[in-house]
Structures are given as structure tokens and as C-alpha cells.
């Protein structure tokens, strides 16, 4: 499992129990039940400082908010947590932001979600292409290009999507034959399909 960036991040993952699954709005279908995180890590030892765990899963039909957890190595503030945590996050995630990922083409178990500006941060369609077409690729890899490396960085706060997201970008653009491979770990290539 690859280690979280250092500061607040918030991620997606399949929860254990009997799978579940829901049909979206938009005709995808959202496997539950799932774990919504919100962490942060030090910015030094990358240690977990204070962690957020939610638990949804489906009940009567509908994704449904079933545990809260919440762990932390230094002292709480109960004042700051009233107004910063909204309780329905977690189940924006999971009924606006992944089935705009799925519809997308976007891994939302890959996916860094944002940590704050609920309930408009869920809808995530605003910043992602409904499909990942060649043609986006082609103006994703030639962004890349033009930037070098500090791309996903440059490129997510454009896109108002996650740095691991434009990263599975340019991968499925090298899967896709639309940027030419590399070694691993490098930053290049050339665009070998035009639009």
C-alpha cells in the first residue's frame, strides 16, 4: 500500500462484510459497504496524528451512515470538531463524488477526495471529464510535457481533482499508446497520437 502524503488526505476503501451493491442516478453501480477516511500525517515521520473512519453501507435501498470513528494522538478540540466536521460527508462521497469517478473511468479507491468544502467538494464532475477520452488524455500528456516534473501538483489544482489523479491520468495515457513509455520512475516522453 503506498504511503499518504504528508498533511490531510482523505481516501476510499472496500470495507469488510457482505458486499452490497447500489445503482446510482447516473447507472453506475457503487459497491458497499466502504470506509470514507479523513487522515493526517506528520509532515516530518509521516505518522497518523488524527484519523476520521466512516463506515456506509446500504440499508433500505439507500447508502446509509452506519459507524463513526475517531482516533487521535494529541488532544481533541471538541470546539473545532463542531464546526468543521459535517456528518454527511461520508455519505456524499459515497452517493455524489464515486459514481461521478466510476462514470469517469477513475478508480475511486485511487482516488485522494477533497478533505473540506462539503457538500459542493462531492461533486467532483465539475473538475473530471464524464470519459476518459483520447482527447483529454492527448491535452492531460501534452500538459505534462510542457510542465516536467511538480506536473501533478500543477495539474490537480487546474483540474480540482487529487495529484494521484492526474498521476492514473498519464498512466492510462502511456496504456492507451497515446504518450510513450518511459523508465520507471522518470518523467518524458512524447506524444505518439495527435488529436
Given at each position: 500500500?503506498?504511503?499518504?502524503?504528508?498533511?490531510?488526505?482523505?481516501?476510499?476503501?472496500?470495507?469488510?462484510?457482505?458486499?452490497?451493491?447500489?445503482?446510482?442516478?447516473?447507472?453506475?453501480?457503487?459497491?458497499?459497504?466502504?470506509?470514507?477516511?479523513?487522515?493526517?500525517?506528520?509532515?516530518?515521520d509521516g505518522e497518523i496524528v488524527w484519523k476520521v473512519e466512516a463506515v456506509v453501507d446500504l440499508v433500505d435501498g439507500q447508502p446509509?451512515?452506519?459507524?463513526?470513528?475517531?482516533?487521535?494522538?494529541?488532544?481533541m478540540n471538541p470546539t473545532q470538531l463542531q464546526v468543521q466536521f459535517r456528518w454527511a460527508t461520508p455519505v456524499e462521497i459515497v452517493t455524489i463524488a464515486i459514481p461521478a469517478l466510476l462514470a469517469a473511468?477513475?478508480?475511486?479507491?485511487?482516488?485522494?477526495?477533497?478533505?473540506?468544502?462539503?457538500?459542493?467538494?462531492a461533486d467532483v464532475q465539475r473538475s473530471v471529464p464524464t470519459r476518459l477520452t483520447d482527447e483529454f488524455l492527448t491535452e492531460i500528456a501534452a500538459r505534462y510535457l510542457q510542465l516536467g516534473r511538480g506536473y501533478a501538483r500543477a495539474?490537480?489544482?487546474?483540474?480540482?481533482?487529487?495529484?494521484?489523479?492526474?498521476?492514473?491520468?498519464?498512466?492510462?495515457?502511456?496504456?492507451?499508446?497515446?504518450?510513450?513509455?518511459?523508465?520507471p520512475g522518470a518523467v518524458g516522453g512524447t506524444i505518439t497520437r495527435r488529436r
Open positions: 500500500m503506498a504511503r499518504r502524503p504528508a498533511g490531510v488526505s482523505s481516501k476510499v476503501r472496500r470495507a469488510r462484510g457482505t458486499r452490497h451493491p447500489w445503482d446510482a442516478a447516473n447507472g453506475t453501480v457503487v459497491d458497499l459497504p466502504v470506509v470514507i477516511d479523513i487522515v493526517e500525517t506528520g509532515l516530518d446509509s451512515l452506519m459507524s463513526m470513528h475517531l482516533d487521535s494522538t494529541r488532544p473511468d477513475i478508480d475511486p479507491f485511487a482516488y485522494f477526495y477533497p478533505v473540506d468544502g462539503y457538500p459542493e467538494a495539474i490537480a489544482e487546474q483540474r480540482k481533482v487529487s495529484p494521484r489523479t492526474v498521476v492514473s491520468w498519464i498512466e492510462k495515457a502511456r496504456e492507451r499508446g497515446i504518450l510513450s513509455a518511459t523508465t
